[in-house]
Structure formats: structure tokens, C-alpha cells
């Protein structure tokens, strides 16, 4: 029997003696119907002195008694005191819609997102009967904040995550724009905005006055300087350079009798040394085990330094000044912060890159992570590959993910009766925290499938046959798929596609490219001819192919009656 999940939907209160009850029995009747492979709790957190707990009480909910420190302590108190393995947060006054709490749950529940967001300002979301003026304060507020948090409504207060993104973060209720907190300090991979039509509180006064907005600008000031503080102390490092820079030159000119040119070489080199140190013991202190040959990191240093002072700061300042007109002074402000965030970019990326985020292949999170947050290339092959089987797989039915690892691209064909095979199980049990209903993920190899027969609707063999160590492997393989795989059920194979100079090409660069991955494991390479004929000798009939960019093959076969070669 499958254990059922616990939803804490955390209430945070004060005076909402008119309004309580109808939030409570909307949450009730919104999540009821997923009973019982869901469980809810509903946390009350009250501040107030009405009868807002009693009432709380009489409709089932926890009541805890707050401490009377806002709005933000009240959230982190229900946090805390929350049994859930999946934490919503919303108001109490009726502006957070309950009927949305499904669509605010699915993601997290059957594609394992580790955080969603109500939001006005995606498609469907709206802002109810809102004033102009509360329109335009609440789109401009949050046209800002998105180009810090890169979420379109960072300001609803409306969201839900999973317990695990916030172990071991220290949450400060500073103010009551908690998601904040979570979204910049959890350990978030990925989220997603939910649309949301946000309304007007039902009874009582709004308790957003004058003293919480302060309280929340202040709290938003210090998120701001937590999350970009690695920057921030990279550009006071660059200030003290400046200081030993000018310092110098000013000395072994005027006092040392040196030519200003050697003054100035040397003075650079100082000054460069002495960012390269204090960014490496202070900075990135964290990140020191990745520079672990402090010379060849000095040297690098010295080159990033220099490409974005002479290779950037120099031809743009000369662009601005002579190109268009702008005064030589602002023309180098402009191309100084330029510099700067080069430099910073380059630093962070490449000299102090953080051990932590150099995954390899049998990283449980390997395929999770390069499907959300890998290279460019990476996510854009990954997101190609998942779409083509999703469009030929279609109504995939109960289905088999053979291969699967930790990757989210099965769940987009189907999430409501998958089950994800493996023979690594720290990728399985990884998968397995991720709590997704109507997913199971089983230890096990394609070479002895422990199904019974015509278990499954559809199979995804999906970048794994070319793992398996020789052609009488790939023979076993298909026998097994065939015998769990229904009568006209659908097998589809995902392969690179070595008939192709892209093909071909495209493994080279992988292995040279993104070393610690699979590209050393490709044992057995196809052609779009042999896989149809190896498929066909099995009784598997093609059905349609897709061919992204050349490189890799897709093919949709069909599982017949009687062994055939296909061919097309």
C-alpha cells in the first residue's frame, strides 16, 4: 500500500474571526476529492485575540498561539510545528483562492517541482477587482522583483514546496514576504507559477500598513545583500585593489624616482595579486578546494582581469566616447561595471567553480539537474529528446521507463501510472524522495524485467540501448520488453544516431566536452536501418521516426502479433 502524502497548509491569523471558517472549509473541499492517496492539515497560526482559534478548532484545523512578532514569525512558526512532507502557505482573509490549491499542488506531486507559486501575472492569473492604482503599485512591484527572483509574481504570498528544500536554511522573519526566504535560500531545482486570480480580503482590514511595509523593505533590502553577496564582496575586494593600484603608483613615481610606466606594471600586479588573495581566502572561501593550484589560479586571474580591463573596458569606453558621443568620464563608468560583472561572471565560473555543482553521470541527481539546470546545449538536446517522445508516445497508457535514472522526461508523457526502472539505486532513491503520486521506481536491469506479461501500454527505451555491452544483450533486452509489453502496446527507442556525420560528431564533442558523463559507456551504435531491422526481428513494427538535428533518432515501433522485419 502506497503512503499516503501529508499537505500542511499553514494559516497565519490575526482577527480573522469572520473569515476563518469559510478559508478552512474552502481548503477542506478543495483537496477532499484526492482523498486518500492525499492527507491535509490545516495549521493555524493566531496572533489575535478573537475568536478566530476557537473557531479554527471546531473545523478540524491545529491551532498554535503566536507570539505576536508579525506576520513572517507567525509562517515560520506554523512551518516548524507543520507534519507535512509538502508545506502550502497562504492569507486567511479570502485573497488567496482555496479552489486553487490542486493546481498549486500537481506540479510537486506528479512532475516532483520542488516549489510552485500563485501567480497574477501568467496566463490565467488575474488581479479580481482591484483599483487601478493597486493594479499599476502591484505590476510595477513585481516587474521589478522578477529581475532579481526571475519569477513573474514573487509578491502573492501564495506558495507551496516540498519540507526537503528548506533542511538545514535558516529562515529570518523579518517581515511577512517569507517566499522570498524560500525561493532565495532553499534548495530549490525547479519551480513553477500556478495562475491564480487574486481577490479582495472578504471581512475585516487589511493588516499591510505603513509599519510592515517598512518592516518588508528592510527585509527585502537584507535578501537583496544575502543573495548577491558574492558579488558584492568581489567589488569591495576590487576597491582595495584600487587603493594598493593608485597607492603605488603614486609612490614609486614620485618618491622611488621610477618611470610611471614600470610604476604602473607594477602597481597592476600588486593590485591584481591582492584581489586574487583575498577573492580566494574571502570570497570564495567556500569554493577554495576548486582552486586547489593557487599559481595557475593567480594566472588565470591575471588573464581574466586582463581581458576585462583591456579586452572589454578599453574598447567599449573608446565605443561610447568616440562612437557616440558620450562624456569620456560616464563613457568609463559604463564600461567599468561592464568589466565588473565580466570578471565576476569569469571568477565565479571558471577559477572558484564550486566542486559541488561538477556532477558527474552516477550523481544520483545527474539527469534531474541536467534536465532543469545543465549546460545550454545540454538542456536544449535534453528538452528535444523528452518532446519527441512525448509526441510520439501520445496517450501513452500505464508505462515502463526503462533507463529512466533520475531524469523528470518520462513523467512528461505520463505521470499518472509510470513506473521508472534502473539498475543504480542511489538514482532510484532519489527518485523515491521526490514523493510523486502515481509514480514507482524499481532497482532492476532491462536484461531480467521481474514484470509480468503484458504489463505495461507503452515502453520508453530512451537513451540506453547503446549502454548495454554487446548485440546479444540487445537481443535480450527486446525479448524482455516484448513479453511485458501489451499486444499493439508501443516501444519507443531513443538512440544517437550513428549513421549521421552529426551523429557521429556530436558523441566526439560529448565525451570531450562533458567529461563525467555517459559518452565512454556508448557501446552498441546504431543506424536508423539496423535499429528498425534489430527492432522488426522481435515482432516490433515501425511506426514513425523523428530525427532531431540529425544527431539523434527517435522511432515509435508497435508490438505485433508475429515476428517481421519492418522497413521504411
Same mark, same amino acid.
Given at each position: 500500500m502506497v503512503k499516503p502524502t501529508l499537505v500542511s497548509v499553514i494559516l497565519p491569523t490575526y482577527n480573522e474571526e469572520k473569515n476563518i471558517k469559510r478559508v478552512i472549509r474552502g481548503i477542506w473541499d478543495a483537496l477532499l476529492p484526492y482523498a486518500p492517496e492525499l492527507k491535509c492539515e490545516v495549521v493555524v497560526v493566531d496572533d489575535g485575540d478573537d475568536k478566530t482559534s476557537a473557531i479554527a478548532l471546531s473545523m478540524g484545523a491545529r491551532v498554535k498561539k503566536g507570539e505576536r512578532q508579525g506576520l513572517g514569525q507567525a509562517i515560520i512558526d506554523g512551518i516548524r510545528i507543520a507534519s507535512g512532507d509538502i508545506v502550502v502557505v497562504m492569507d486567511a482573509d479570502g485573497s488567496h483562492p482555496a479552489s486553487a490549491l490542486p493546481d498549486m499542488l500537481k506540479p510537486i506531486l506528479w512532475q516532483g517541482v520542488d516549489m510552485t507559486i500563485g501567480s497574477r501575472y501568467v496566463k490565467g492569473g488575474g488581479l479580481g477587482d482591484w483599483s487601478l492604482g493597486s493594479r499599476v503599485k502591484s505590476i510595477v512591484g513585481a516587474?521589478?522583483? =522578477?529581475? &532579481?527572483?526571475? &519569477?513573474?509574481?514573487?509578491?502573492?504570498?501564495?506558495?507551496?514546496?516540498?519540507?526537503?528544500?528548506?533542511?538545514?536554511?535558516?529562515?529570518?522573519?523579518?517581515?511577512?514576504?517569507?517566499?522570498?526566504?524560500?525561493?532565495?535560500?532553499?534548495? @530549490?531545482t525547479v519551480r513553477r507559477e500556478v495562475p491564480i486570480t487574486f481577490g479582495e480580503r472578504w471581512n475585516g482590514e487589511s493588516k499591510n500598513n505603513i509599519r510592515e511595509r517598512i518592516r518588508h523593505a528592510k527585509h527585502l533590502i537584507g535578501l537583496l545583500a544575502w543573495k548577491f553577496r558574492r558579488f558584492i564582496q568581489f567589488t569591495l575586494v576590487g576597491g582595495t585593489g584600487n587603493i594598493w593600484h593608485y597607492g603605488l603608483l603614486w609612490a614609486l613615481t614620485e618618491y622611488a624616482g621610477l618611470w610611471y610606466g614600470f610604476s604602473l606594471v607594477i602597481a597592476i600586479f600588486v593590485a591584481m595579486t591582492n584581489n586574487y588573495l583575498?577573492?580566494?581566502?574571502?570570497?570564495?572561501?567556500?569554493?577554495?578546494?576548486?582552486?586547489?593550484?593557487?599559481?595557475?589560479?593567480w594566472v588565470k586571474f591575471i588573464g581574466n582581469s586582463a581581458i576585462g580591463d583591456y579586452g572589454i573596458a578599453l574598447p567599449l569606453t573608446i565605443g561610447l566616447a568616440s562612437g557616440l558621443g558620450v562624456w569620456y568620464m560616464l563613457a568609463s563608468a559604463f564600461a567599468s561595471v561592464a568589466a565588473l560583472f565580466f570578471k565576476y561572471f569569469v571568477s565565479k565560473n571558471w577559477i572558484w567553480k564550486s566542486a559541488g555543482k561538477k556532477r558527474k553521470a552516477h550523481d544520483p541527481d545527474y539527469e534531474w539537474v541536467s534536465f532543469y539546470h545543465g549546460l545550454p546545449w545540454q538542456k536544449i538536446w535534453k528538452h528535444t529528446i523528452a518532446n519527441a517522445v512525448k509526441k510520439l508516445a501520445g496517450d501513452a497508457g500505464r508505462t515502463l521507463d526503462i533507463g529512466s535514472g533520475s531524469s523528470p522526461a518520462g513523467l512528461l508523457v505520463n505521470h499518472a501510472d509510470y513506473v521508472g526502472?534502473? /539498475?543504480?539505486?542511489? %538514482?532510484?532513491?532519489?527518485?523515491? +524522495? %521526490? $514523493?510523486?503520486?502515481?509514480?514507482?521506481?524499481?532497482?532492476? =536491469? &532491462?536484461? =531480467?524485467?521481474?514484470? !509480468?506479461?503484458? /504489463?505495461f501500454d507503452t515502453v520508453l527505451f530512451v537513451e540506453t540501448i547503446e549502454h548495454l555491452r554487446h548485440s546479444g544483450d540487445v537481443q535480450r533486452a527486446l525479448v524482455g520488453i516484448r513479453r511485458v509489453l501489451k499486444h499493439g502496446g508501443t516501444l519507443i527507442v531513443a538512440t544517437p544516431n550513428?549513421?549521421?556525420?552529426?551523429?557521429?560528431?556530436?558523441?566526439?564533442?560529448?565525451? @570531450?566536452?562533458?567529461?563525467?558523463?555517459?559518452?565512454?559507456?556508448? +557501446? &552498441?551504435?546504431?543506424? !536508423?536501418? @539496423?535499429?528498425?531491422?534489430?527492432?522488426?526481428?522481435?515482432?516490433?513494427?515501425?511506426?514513425?521516426?523523428? $530525427?532531431?538535428?540529425?544527431?539523434?533518432?527517435?522511432?515509435?515501433?508497435? %508490438?505485433?502479433?508475429?515476428?517481421? $522485419? =519492418?522497413?521504411?
Open positions: 516587474g521589478l522583483m =522578477s529581475l &532579481v527572483t526571475g &519569477v513573474k509574481d514573487s509578491n502573492s504570498g501564495y506558495f507551496a514546496f516540498r519540507r526537503e528544500v528548506i533542511e538545514g536554511v535558516e529562515l529570518r522573519p523579518s517581515s511577512w514576504k517569507i517566499m522570498l526566504e524560500v525561493l532565495f535560500k532553499g534548495h @530549490i583575498i577573492n580566494h581566502y574571502w570570497t570564495f572561501r567556500g569554493e577554495r578546494e576548486a582552486n586547489k593550484n593557487l599559481l595557475l589560479g526502472l534502473d /539498475s543504480d539505486r542511489g %538514482k532510484m532513491a532519489f527518485m523515491k +524522495k %521526490k $514523493i510523486m503520486q502515481g509514480a514507482q521506481y524499481d532497482t532492476g =536491469s &532491462v536484461l =531480467s524485467l521481474h514484470y !509480468p506479461d503484458d /504489463s550513428y549513421g549521421s556525420f552529426m551523429g557521429r560528431m556530436q558523441d566526439k564533442l560529448y565525451g @570531450i566536452f562533458q567529461r563525467g558523463a555517459y559518452a565512454d559507456e556508448h +557501446k &552498441v551504435k546504431f543506424t !536508423p536501418e @539496423i535499429l528498425k531491422e534489430t527492432c522488426g526481428y522481435h515482432g516490433f513494427v515501425f511506426v514513425d521516426s523523428i $530525427i532531431p538535428m540529425g544527431s539523434d533518432m527517435v522511432m515509435k515501433f508497435r %508490438k505485433g502479433w508475429k515476428v517481421e $522485419i =519492418s522497413g521504411k
